[in-house]
């Protein structure tokens, strides 16, 4: 559900306005319209830039801590209140230096280990006996060749050694006096430092970066008050662009504050304002407006609304559609998963995680447990339990309720029904925006496509898609004159096909549940085939099973969830007449 707004508009002395917003801000509720942003502001532009730094420190801090183990006692704590001090920034430059040198080494270290790599297959010697024979006339030369041509050189009248060889390559040496023969190979041109050095040098530039690693360690002991003074510029920043974007009138000694209160809050803000020496009022808002988005569902729906936010938000003036999909969300991911023993590692993973994670982080793991417990029941009542079919067993074939068939057609019905949803939603979306007669034309497509679903049992109901077909000919457009409104009509009409694909794309559902079980079955057989093996055979089957299932798993479960989604976002998106565009609600506040 979208949380109702009130429009609030303010003027303030410009005497005033820096201790009102202050106050505003901290009273941290209302959505501030920013009319213009001073972006010739050079002030602004240097604290965003730092603003900018100091995200990229913490979101490092945060990665170290990740890498850190549990007992490693580092001080990378990003919960910690701490107050600002004035060198916090220098954290910041310091980190950036540390970077840097790091980066340089890195380079230094990539170079070094080609070196490496290519001297390696060459051995151990010194340059100074090479230098020994250069001195007595003998040229000593360095090649690569691959194996069937390096054996014409062997046959040849030349003098070379055979260093080393590999399973494509051989390196091989040549010895030579006077003019150097002409050699159809890769010439390799020994570099100055011995690999002796290079591997001394190799070792030096490790411990040099492990000292920078623990230098860069260090730093980040003091994230805790670098968040805070990154909070505290934060909310300096929103002060300032806030401040520097107010409207002004009366030869810039009044200024104009326009934002939204949610319902919830209106009191609290009205009382706010009248203790202050502002003039204020409050209006609803106006078609077109572009109210921000505040969205308030129950328990189990409030658990999808990321998945809302990954597509888009709703206007102010449409359904949040959350609530309505988060159902279907649920049993479609249940139906292409469908195996009681993959939901059942779900629920014990989410149940696992969920006292790992911290407080924000634990509704991900209440929604992990919702899609495995219906996980777990479709492959109950589909017979299915890590690809071993239940109604085979004697004693549980009695929970299987579907067979293949009947789950062919489950899903055909529950597209139906998450289409017609759909389109009931639609229909009171038209009322709530345009009033009743706007939703006739929609409101003809539920009747006629109901008709179309009763001709098979209930004759006579042709005459209810001929009353759904006039309701569609003549509603679809009420600005229109009668003859546009027909033509538009028997345009909407032809979108009946669309429908029927719509319905049609719920198969997926059907086909992905297949799948899952037939992976999980062909697993099964590959490892009880292995039990014969000698010695190894059970141990062997083991493995198969926890890899073969582990695999399964997760490309099933990564396809459960993207499926369910493209249905939600195209069929019944579609279907409901989902607009989206909406902006969220993000209150002018005092960040923490």
Same mark, same amino acid.
Request: some cysteine; overall charge neutral; proline content about 3%.
């Given at each position: ?7 609030i ?19 941290g509720?209302?959505h ?9 502001n ?33 001080a990378?704590v ?6 600002a001090?004035?060198d ?9 230096k540390?970077k ?9 270290i ?11 297959p ?8 090479i ?10 030369r ?18 070379c ?6 399973k494509?390559?051989?390196?091989f040496v ?8 002409v ?7 020994y570099p ?14 490790q ?5 920078e690693?623990e ?8 994230a805790?008050?670098?968040?805070a003074?990154y909070n505290?510029?934060?909310?300096e ?7 520097s ?10 200024y104009?504050?326009?934002g ?6 209106l ?12 003039y204020f009022?409050f ?17 189990f ?5 990321p ?11 449409? +359904?949040? *559609?959350?609530? !309505? ?7 479609? @991911? #249940?139906?292409? %998963? ?7 590692i779900?629920?014990i ?6 006292g ?9 793991t ?22 071993v079919?239940?109604s ?5 074939r009695?929970?299987?309720i ?14 139906v ?10 229909a ?6 345009f ?5 006739l034309?929609s ?9 179309? +679903?009763? *001709?098979?049992? !209930? ?7 001929? @009353? #759904?077909?006039? %309701? ?8 229109s ?13 032809y ?7 719509d ?9 992905l549940?297949?799948s899952?079980?037939?992976l999980g ?8 085939q292995?039990r014969?093996?000698p010695?190894v ?10 890899i073969?299932?582990?695999g ?9 969830f ?8 195209v ?6 007449g ?10 002018f506040?005092?960040?923490?």
């Open positions: 559900m979208i949380v109702p707004m009130k429009k508009t303010a003027l303030i002395f410009h005497k005033e306005k820096d201790a009102f917003l202050s106050a505003l801000q901290d009273l509720v209302v501030i319209s920013l009319e213009k942003k001073d972006t010739g050079e002030s602004l532009q240097v604290l965003e830039k730092n603003i900018e730094r100091m995200r990229t420190f913490l979101n490092a801090a945060k990665k170290q801590e990740r890498r850190l183990p549990d007992n490693s006692g580092s990378v990003m919960k910690k209140d701490s107050a001090v004035p916090t920034f220098s954290s910041v430059e310091a980190f950036e540390i840097d040198e790091i980066s340089v080494i890195d380079d230094r990539e170079k070094m280990e080609r070196e490496i790599r290519n001297l390696a060459w051995g151990d010697f010194s340059r100074e006996s230098k020994r024979m250069n001195d007595i006339g003998i040229n000593v360095f090649f690569i060749s691959p194996l069937k041509k390096f054996k014409q050189y062997e046959q040849a009248e030349i003098i050694e055979e260093i080393f060889r590999d494509t390559y051989a390196y040549v010895f030579e006096q006077g003019e150097s023969s050699i159809d190979c890769d010439e390799f041109f100055d430092t011995d690999f002796p050095q290079l591997e001394t040098e190799y070792m030096k530039l411990a040099e970066k492990a000292r690693q230098e860069l360690e260090a730093v980040f002991s003091r805790a008050e670098v968040q003074y505290a510029r934060e909310t920043l929103s002060f300032l662009t806030t401040s974007s107010l409207s002004s009138a009366v030869e810039n000694t009044v104009i504050l326009s939204w209160v949610p319902y919830p809050v009191a609290e803000t009205e009382k706010f304002l009248q203790e202050k020496d502002v009022y209006s609803k808002p106006q078609p077109g407006e572009p109210v921000p988005i505040l969205l308030r569902n129950n328990r729906a409030r658990l999808f609304e998945i809302t936010k990954m597509f888009a938000l709703p206007q102010y003036a449409e +359904l949040d *559609l959350t609530a !309505f999909f988060a159902p279907f969300f649920t049993l479609f @991911f #249940g139906f292409c %998963l469908g195996d009681a023993g993959y939901g059942l779900i629920v993973a989410a149940l696992i995680a969920r790992k994670l911290t407080a924000d982080k634990r509704p991900i209440s929604l992990l447990m919702i899609l495995g417990a219906s996980t777990f029941l479709f492959g109950l009542i589909s017979g299915n339990l890590f690809g079919d239940l085979k067993l004697p004693g549980i009695k929970i299987v579907f067979d293949q068939m009947q789950l062919f057609n489950a899903a055909l019905i529950l597209g029904i998450q289409v017609f949803l759909g389109m009931f939603l639609k009171l979306n038209r009322i709530r925006q009033g009743f007669m706007s939703s034309s409101f003809g497509w539920i009747i006629m496509l109901g008709g179309l +679903l009763g *001709l098979s049992f !209930f004759r006579p109901s042709i005459w209810v898609v001929y @009353f #759904g077909m006039l %309701l569609i000919l003549l509603f679809n457009d009420l600005k004159n009668i003859f546009v409104r027909l033509g538009k009509g028997a345009w909407e009409l979108g009946i096909t669309g429908v029927f694909g319905v049609l794309s719920y198969i997926r559902l059907f086909a549940g297949i899952s079980s037939i079955f062909v697993v099964n057989d590959i490892a009880m292995c014969g093996v010695f055979g059970y141990l062997l089957t083991f493995v198969i099973l926890i073969g299932h582990t399964n798993l997760l490309l099933s479960a990564l396809s459960s993207v499926h369910p989604l493209r249905l939600t976002f069929e019944f998106y579609k279907n409901a989902f607009e989206g565009g909406g902006k969220a609600y993000a209150p506040r005092q960040i923490k």
